[in-house]
Nanobody, 114 residues
């Protein structure tokens, strides 16, 4: 299993970014995928899930209405579209999958600052 995140960067408060996660080594379309983040000096925070098969989604209250998780099963890619970013959304964002969240990418860094 390999998960490679991309799309992070520096954005101004109120801005938008789209994160991507390229997945390989497993049958992507069947798997439950998640985004988890870690802000500087803080613990891990679950952000969003998307189910395999029916693409049901779930979001943490902190991002509901601002973030959208999606997947492209044709290209084995997971996405996280983020809007209206405040400074509090700055973090290292991880793509995660597997039973008991066993597989993690190395993360992509989002910085929110002027």
């Amino acid at each position: 299993v390999q998960l490679v995140e991309s799309g992070g960067g520096r954005v101004q408060p109120g801005g938008s970014l789209r994160l991507s996660c390229a997945a390989s080594g497993f049958t992507f379309r069947n798997y439950y995928m998640s985004w988890v983040r870690q802000a500087p000096g803080k613990g891990l925070e679950w952000i969003s899930d998307i189910f395999g098969g029916d693409d049901r989604t779930a979001y943490a209250d902190a991002v509901k209405g601002r973030f959208t998780i999606s997947r492209d099963n044709a290209t084995n890619t997971l996405y996280l579209q983020m809007h209206s970013l405040p400074a509090e959304d700055a973090a290292l964002y991880y793509c995660v999958t597997g039973w008991d969240m066993a597989y993690w990418g190395t993360g992509t860094l989002v910085t929110v600052a002027h």
